[in-house]
C-alpha cells in the first residue's frame, strides 16, 4: 500500500513538473507569438521519449490509463466543440465567408484524394482510407484557429473576423463528413464497408439523438437556468441532472449502435441549445479544465503513443511524407481561398492569407493521426508525420498575422493628418458639413475666419448631411441607386441649390483663397459617419467640421436638437482619419465679418493634451485675420502650500508620462508665441489655478466677453484642472471644457468650436484595433 502511493506521489509531481515546464516554455515562446499548442507539444513529446520516463511509463496499465482519458477529454472537447458552433450557419452558404470556406475544403478533398495514393502507405492503398485522409487535411480546427487570431490581436479586424467566420463553416462540414464516413466504413476492420444494416441502425439512433438533443434537451436545461438564476450558486442536485442528461445524450448511440464516442459527443453538441447559464457553465469549465490540465497530459500520451525513433528520421521517404502531407493540406486551401477570392473580388494576398489560416490542424486532427496508428490504418510513421504537419500549420501563423499588420499599416494613413503638423505651404484641406440651410450662415463665416492667406488658400469640401428616407430611397431607384446617385428628390434639391447659392454669393463677392467644392453625405444616420470618414480619407482633408446637433432658438437657448445626429458625430469622432471639430453655433452665423475692422473677439483655451495644442494650431490660422482679436488664455497649474491636496497635486504632475507631455505643451505653445503672441497680433494671459473647481468658475467668468472660444475636446494627461468635471457632463462629445462653455445657462452669443486631434492610425500594431485591408 505504502508503494503505491508512493508511485502515485511520484506520477503527480511528474505532472506537476510537465505543467511548469509547458508554461515556462511558452514564456520564452513569447517573444516569437507562438500559441500554448506548440510548448505543450514540445515538452510532451520530448520528455515521454526519454528513456527513463519511458521505461516507468511503458506498463500496459499506464498506457490504458493514459488512452482512457485522454479518450474521456476528447469526448468532453469535442462536446464543446459543437457546442460552440452554431448549426443555423449551414442557412447562410450565400455569404462570402461559406464559399470561402467550402471552396478550401473541396478543393483539399479533391488534391488530397487524388494525390495520397503517391504516399503509398501501408494498409492504406484502398480508395476508402484515401477519401478519410482527404476530410482530415480539408478540415480546420476552428476553436484553435479562434484563440489564436485573438491572442495575436487582429480579432477586431476584417479578415480577422472573415477568417474566424470561415473557419467555423469548415470544420463543421470537416467533421460532420468524417461523421458520416464513420457510418460507411468499418475502422476496426482496415475500412471494409459496413452492411446495410448496421448503418441504417447507426442512422436511426444517431437521428433519435439528435432529436433528443435538438426538442428534449432546451425543456430540460431551461427549468435548470429558471431553478438557479444568475447570481446564485448552481445547486449541486440541478447540476448532476444537467450532466448526467448530457453524459445520456452523447452515450446514447455508442452504447446501442458501436458509434464512436468522439463524433457522438460532436453531433450532440451541435444540436444543443447555446442560450442560458447551463451551457455557458459548461464551456468555461471544460476549456479551463483542458487549459489548466489536460493539455499537456495530452501531449504526454502522444509522446508515449508516437514513439520518435519509429519515425525512421534516417530514411529519405520519411520527411518525404511529411513534407506531402503538409504541401497537400496547404496548397489546396490557398488554392481554394484564391479561386473563391477571385470571385468575391479580394485582394490577392487576402485570399492567400485565409487559405493559410484556414489551413491551421488542432488536438482533434492529432488525435486521428495516432488513432489511425492503433488500429492499423497506417503505419506509426505515417501518423508521426500527420503530427509534424499538424504543428507546422500553426508555426507559421504569426508570421502570416504579421504580414496582415504590416499591409494594414501601409494602407492606413502614416502621415499625420492634424493642423497641428500640417504644412503651411500646402493648401489647408477642410471638410465642411451641414444639416440644411440653417448651417450655411455660419459655414460661411467658419471659411471666412479660417481662410489664412491667400497663397495657398484653403479648399472647402461643403457636404450635405442628408438622412437617407423612405420617400428619398424611392427617388434613387430610377436613378441607378447611391453610387451613381442624382438626388430627384423636390425638397432635397431646392435645399442643395440654396445652399449652393448662398455660398456662390459669398465666393463671388469676396472668397479670394477659398476653394469650395460640393459634396453628399446620402445615407441612414447609422451608416452616415462611415460616407463622411471614406469622404475625408479619400480627399485627404486635415479636419472635419460638423455642426452640433443642437440648434439656436429665438429666445437663443439650444433646442434639444436631432438624438441621430449627436449619435454620427460621436461615431466620426471615435473613426475619423483626420482631426475632428464640432461647431456649436450661438452667433457666429449672424456675425458679420469684416475684413477691415475687428468684428469678433475670439479666445482659445489651452490647458494642455494633444487636442488643445491642435486648437492652438487652428487657432493660428484665425491670428492673421484682420477681423478677428484673438486672445490666448493659458491655465496652469499652481501647487503652493503645505497641504495634503498640494502633495497629491505635485505628485501626480512629476509622472513620467505627465512631464513628457508637459515638454511637448510647453514647445507648441513656445513655438506659437513667437509666431503671434510676441509681435503684438494676439493677446495672451494666464491664470493660475489650484484646482476643477477654480477651472470651472475662471470659465464662468468669461461669459459675455468672447464671441468664438476654441477649445481641444480632451487628449489631457492626468490633469488636475479639469478632473471630475466629466461627472456632470451633459454632452460627452464636447469635452468637460466645451461641455461647460456650450451649456444651456452659459452665454446665448457665444460660439464655441471643439476640437479633436487625429490619432495616428499609422502606428497600429495590431493590439486589438480595428482596421479593414480587405
Given at each position: 500500500?505504502?508503494?503505491?502511493?508512493?508511485?502515485?506521489?511520484?506520477?503527480?509531481?511528474?505532472?506537476?513538473?510537465?505543467?511548469?515546464?509547458?508554461?515556462?516554455?511558452?514564456?520564452?515562446?513569447?517573444?516569437?507569438?507562438?500559441?500554448?499548442?506548440?510548448?505543450?507539444?514540445?515538452?510532451?513529446?520530448f520528455?515521454?521519449?526519454?528513456?527513463?520516463i519511458?521505461?516507468?511509463?511503458?506498463?500496459?496499465?499506464?498506457?490504458?490509463?493514459?488512452?482512457?482519458?485522454?479518450?474521456?477529454?476528447?469526448?468532453?472537447?469535442?462536446?464543446?466543440?459543437?457546442?460552440?458552433?452554431?448549426?443555423?450557419?449551414?442557412?447562410?452558404?450565400?455569404?462570402?465567408?461559406?464559399?470561402?470556406?467550402?471552396?478550401?475544403?473541396?478543393?483539399?478533398?479533391?488534391?488530397?484524394?487524388?494525390l495520397?495514393?503517391?504516399?503509398?502507405?501501408p494498409?492504406?492503398?484502398?480508395?476508402?482510407?484515401?477519401l478519410?485522409?482527404?476530410?482530415?487535411?480539408?478540415?480546420?480546427?476552428?476553436?484553435?484557429?479562434?484563440?489564436?487570431?485573438?491572442?495575436?490581436?487582429?480579432?477586431?479586424?476584417?479578415?480577422?473576423?472573415?477568417?474566424?467566420?470561415?473557419?467555423?463553416?469548415?470544420?463543421?462540414?470537416?467533421?460532420?463528413?468524417?461523421?458520416?464516413?464513420?457510418?460507411?466504413?468499418?475502422?476496426?476492420?482496415?475500412?471494409?464497408?459496413?452492411?446495410?444494416?448496421?448503418?441504417?441502425?447507426?442512422?436511426?439512433?444517431?437521428?433519435?439523438q439528435?432529436?433528443?438533443?435538438?426538442?428534449?434537451?432546451?425543456?430540460?436545461?431551461?427549468?435548470?437556468?429558471?431553478?438557479?438564476?444568475?447570481?446564485?450558486?448552481?445547486?449541486g442536485?440541478?447540476?448532476?441532472?444537467a450532466?448526467?442528461?448530457?453524459?445520456?445524450?452523447?452515450?446514447?448511440?455508442?452504447?446501442?449502435?458501436?458509434y464512436?464516442?468522439?463524433?457522438?459527443?460532436?453531433?450532440?453538441?451541435?444540436?444543443?441549445?447555446?442560450?442560458?447559464?447551463?451551457?455557458?457553465?459548461?464551456?468555461?469549465k471544460?476549456?479551463?479544465?483542458?487549459?489548466?490540465?489536460?493539455?499537456?497530459?495530452?501531449?504526454?500520451?502522444?509522446?508515449?503513443?508516437?514513439q520518435l525513433?519509429?519515425?525512421e528520421?534516417?530514411?529519405?521517404?520519411?520527411?518525404?511524407?511529411?513534407?506531402?502531407?503538409?504541401?497537400?493540406?496547404?496548397?489546396?486551401?490557398?488554392?481554394?481561398?484564391?479561386?473563391?477570392?477571385?470571385?468575391?473580388?479580394?485582394?490577392?494576398?487576402?485570399?492567400?492569407?485565409?487559405?493559410?489560416?484556414?489551413?491551421?490542424?488542432?488536438?482533434?486532427?492529432?488525435?486521428?493521426?495516432?488513432?489511425?496508428?492503433?488500429?492499423?490504418?497506417?503505419?506509426?510513421?505515417?501518423?508521426?508525420?500527420?503530427?509534424?504537419?499538424?504543428?507546422?500549420?500553426?508555426?507559421?501563423?504569426?508570421?502570416?498575422?504579421a504580414?496582415?499588420?504590416?499591409?494594414?499599416?501601409?494602407?492606413?494613413?502614416?502621415?499625420?493628418?492634424a493642423?497641428?503638423?500640417?504644412?503651411?505651404?500646402?493648401?489647408?484641406?477642410?471638410l465642411?458639413?451641414?444639416?440644411?440651410?440653417?448651417?450655411?450662415?455660419?459655414?460661411?463665416?467658419?471659411?471666412?475666419?479660417?481662410?489664412?492667406?491667400?497663397?495657398?488658400?484653403?479648399?472647402?469640401?461643403?457636404?450635405?448631411?442628408?438622412?437617407?428616407?423612405?420617400?428619398?430611397?424611392?427617388?434613387?431607384?430610377?436613378?441607378?441607386?447611391?453610387?451613381?446617385?442624382?438626388?430627384?428628390?423636390?425638397?432635397?434639391?431646392?435645399?442643395?441649390?440654396?445652399?449652393?447659392n448662398?455660398?456662390?454669393?459669398?465666393?463671388?463677392?469676396?472668397?479670394?483663397?477659398?476653394?469650395?467644392?460640393?459634396?453628399?453625405?446620402?445615407?441612414?444616420?447609422?451608416?452616415?459617419?462611415?460616407?463622411?470618414?471614406?469622404?475625408?480619407?479619400?480627399?485627404?482633408v486635415?479636419?472635419?467640421?460638423?455642426?452640433?446637433?443642437?440648434?439656436?432658438?429665438?429666445?437663443?437657448?439650444?433646442?434639444?436638437?436631432?438624438?441621430?445626429?449627436?449619435?454620427?458625430?460621436?461615431?466620426?469622432?471615435?473613426?475619423?482619419?483626420?482631426?475632428?471639430?464640432?461647431?456649436?453655433?450661438?452667433?457666429?452665423?449672424t456675425?458679420?465679418?469684416?475684413?477691415?475692422?475687428?468684428?469678433?473677439?475670439?479666445?482659445?483655451?489651452?490647458i494642455?493634451?494633444?487636442?488643445?495644442?491642435e486648437?492652438?494650431?487652428?487657432?493660428?490660422?484665425?491670428?492673421?485675420?484682420?477681423?478677428?482679436?484673438?486672445?490666448?488664455?493659458?491655465?496652469?497649474?499652481?501647487?503652493?502650500?503645505?497641504?495634503?491636496?498640494?502633495?497629491?497635486?505635485?505628485?501626480?504632475?512629476?509622472?513620467?508620462?505627465?512631464?513628457?507631455?508637459?515638454?511637448?505643451?510647453?514647445?507648441?505653445?513656445?513655438?506659437?508665441?513667437?509666431?503671434?503672441?510676441?509681435?503684438?497680433?494676439?493677446?495672451?494671459?494666464?491664470?493660475?489655478?489650484v484646482?476643477?473647481?477654480?477651472?470651472?468658475?475662471?470659465?464662468?467668468?468669461?461669459?459675455?466677453?468672447?464671441?468664438?472660444?476654441?477649445?481641444?475636446?480632451?487628449?489631457?494627461?492626468?490633469?488636475?484642472?479639469?478632473?471630475?468635471?466629466?461627472?456632470?457632463?451633459?454632452?460627452?462629445?464636447?469635452?468637460?471644457?466645451?461641455?461647460?462653455?456650450?451649456?444651456?445657462?452659459?452665454?446665448?452669443?457665444?460660439?464655441?468650436?471643439?476640437?479633436?486631434?487625429?490619432?495616428?492610425?499609422?502606428?497600429?500594431?495590431?493590439?486589438?484595433?480595428?482596421?479593414?485591408?480587405?
Amino acid at each position: 500500500m505504502t508503494y503505491k502511493l508512493a508511485t502515485i506521489a511520484v506520477y503527480m509531481l511528474g505532472f506537476f513538473f510537465i505543467v511548469f515546464l509547458c508554461n515556462f516554455l511558452h514564456i520564452l515562446l513569447r517573444p516569437l507569438s507562438q500559441p500554448r499548442i506548440i510548448s505543450e507539444c514540445i515538452v510532451g513529446l520530448f520528455l515521454s521519449n526519454l528513456p527513463v520516463i519511458r521505461k516507468h511509463t511503458s506498463g500496459e496499465g499506464i498506457q490504458n490509463t493514459l488512452q482512457y482519458i485522454v479518450e474521456v477529454a476528447m469526448v468532453l472537447h469535442m462536446f464543446v466543440v459543437g457546442l460552440e458552433i452554431d448549426p443555423n450557419i449551414f442557412l447562410e452558404i450565400h455569404l462570402p465567408e461559406a464559399k470561402v470556406a467550402y471552396t478550401g475544403v473541396l478543393t483539399t478533398f479533391v488534391m488530397a484524394a487524388l494525390l495520397t495514393p503517391l504516399l503509398n502507405i501501408p494498409n492504406g492503398t484502398n480508395a476508402p482510407f484515401n477519401l478519410c485522409l482527404s476530410i482530415i487535411l480539408s478540415g480546420t480546427a476552428c476553436p484553435l484557429l479562434t484563440r489564436l487570431i485573438t491572442d495575436l490581436k487582429i480579432g477586431k479586424s476584417d479578415i480577422g473576423r472573415f477568417v474566424v467566420s470561415a473557419g467555423v463553416h469548415t470544420d463543421l462540414v470537416s467533421t460532420l463528413l468524417i461523421c458520416v464516413g464513420f457510418i460507411i466504413f468499418d475502422p476496426s476492420s482496415k475500412f471494409n464497408y459496413r452492411s446495410v444494416k448496421a448503418i441504417l441502425t447507426m442512422v436511426s439512433l444517431l437521428v433519435i439523438q439528435t432529436v433528443l438533443a435538438a426538442k428534449l434537451t432546451p425543456v430540460i436545461m431551461n427549468w435548470v437556468n429558471r431553478e438557479n438564476p444568475e447570481g446564485k450558486p448552481m445547486k449541486g442536485s440541478h447540476l448532476i441532472l444537467a450532466v448526467a442528461y448530457v453524459v445520456m445524450v452523447c452515450s446514447f448511440s455508442p452504447l446501442l449502435a458501436n458509434y464512436d464516442k468522439v463524433l457522438s459527443a460532436f453531433l450532440a453538441g451541435v444540436f444543443m441549445p447555446r442560450e442560458g447559464r447551463t451551457a455557458k457553465m459548461m464551456i468555461s469549465k471544460v476549456n479551463y479544465f483542458f487549459s489548466a490540465i489536460f493539455y499537456p497530459l495530452y501531449f504526454f500520451w502522444v509522446g508515449t503513443e508516437a514513439q520518435l525513433v519509429l519515425f525512421e528520421a534516417g530514411k529519405l521517404g520519411s520527411w518525404a511524407k511529411l513534407f506531402f502531407i503538409f504541401i497537400i493540406a496547404t496548397s489546396g486551401k490557398v488554392l481554394g481561398s484564391w479561386v473563391s477570392g477571385v470571385m468575391l473580388g479580394f485582394h490577392w494576398q487576402d485570399s492567400i492569407a485565409t487559405g493559410l489560416l484556414l489551413n491551421i490542424k488542432g488536438h482533434f486532427h492529432v488525435y486521428l493521426a495516432i488513432m489511425a496508428s492503433k488500429m492499423n490504418l497506417t503505419s506509426i510513421s505515417t501518423s508521426i508525420a500527420m503530427v509534424f504537419a499538424t504543428f507546422l500549420t500553426i508555426i507559421y501563423t504569426p508570421l502570416v498575422v504579421a504580414n496582415i499588420i504590416k499591409r494594414a499599416r501601409k494602407r492606413s494613413p502614416t502621415q499625420r493628418m492634424a493642423l497641428q503638423w500640417h504644412n503651411p505651404s500646402n493648401e489647408l484641406r477642410i471638410l465642411l458639413c451641414l444639416h440644411g440651410p440653417q448651417n450655411v450662415s455660419s459655414a460661411i463665416n467658419f471659411m471666412e475666419i479660417s481662410r489664412g492667406p491667400s497663397d495657398p488658400g484653403i479648399l472647402v469640401y461643403l457636404t450635405d448631411m442628408i438622412e437617407l428616407t423612405d420617400r428619398i430611397a424611392a427617388t434613387l431607384a430610377h436613378t441607378g441607386g447611391v453610387d451613381t446617385v442624382t438626388v430627384t428628390d423636390p425638397t432635397v434639391v431646392e435645399m442643395r441649390e440654396q445652399i449652393t447659392n448662398n455660398v456662390n454669393s459669398y465666393l463671388n463677392e469676396d472668397g479670394e483663397g477659398i476653394t469650395v467644392r460640393r459634396m453628399l453625405a446620402l445615407s441612414t444616420l447609422n451608416s452616415m459617419h462611415q460616407d463622411i470618414c471614406i469622404l475625408a480619407e479619400d480627399l485627404m482633408v486635415s479636419l472635419i467640421v460638423l455642426p452640433f446637433h443642437k440648434q439656436q432658438e429665438a429666445g437663443g437657448r439650444l433646442n434639444m436638437g436631432h438624438s441621430g445626429f449627436r449619435h454620427v458625430n460621436r461615431k466620426v469622432l471615435r473613426h475619423a482619419p483626420c482631426s475632428v471639430g464640432i461647431l456649436v453655433d450661438r452667433g457666429l452665423g449672424t456675425t458679420i465679418i469684416s475684413r477691415s475692422s475687428i468684428s469678433l473677439h475670439a479666445a482659445v483655451i489651452f490647458i494642455g493634451g494633444k487636442d488643445d495644442r491642435e486648437a492652438l494650431a487652428y487657432a493660428g490660422r484665425l491670428a492673421r485675420h484682420p477681423g478677428v482679436k484673438l486672445t490666448v488664455i493659458r491655465f496652469l497649474l499652481e501647487a503652493t502650500g503645505d497641504s495634503v491636496s498640494s502633495i497629491i497635486t505635485i505628485a501626480k504632475s512629476n509622472t513620467l508620462e505627465h512631464q513628457e507631455e508637459m515638454k511637448v505643451d510647453d514647445e507648441c505653445f513656445a513655438d506659437f508665441y513667437d509666431r503671434h503672441v510676441a509681435g503684438g497680433h494676439v493677446a495672451y494671459m494666464e491664470k493660475y489655478l489650484v484646482n476643477s473647481g477654480q477651472t470651472f468658475s475662471t470659465l464662468r467668468s468669461l461669459e459675455g466677453q468672447y464671441g468664438l472660444f476654441i477649445v481641444g475636446r480632451g487628449g489631457r494627461v492626468n490633469s488636475i484642472l479639469t478632473v471630475g468635471m466629466n461627472d456632470w457632463e451633459e454632452c460627452p462629445e464636447l469635452g468637460p471644457i466645451g461641455d461647460i462653455l456650450s451649456a444651456s445657462d452659459f452665454s446665448v452669443t457665444a460660439s464655441v468650436l471643439i476640437i479633436q486631434q487625429h490619432s495616428l492610425k499609422g502606428e497600429l500594431d495590431g493590439l486589438q484595433d480595428e482596421f479593414s485591408i480587405m
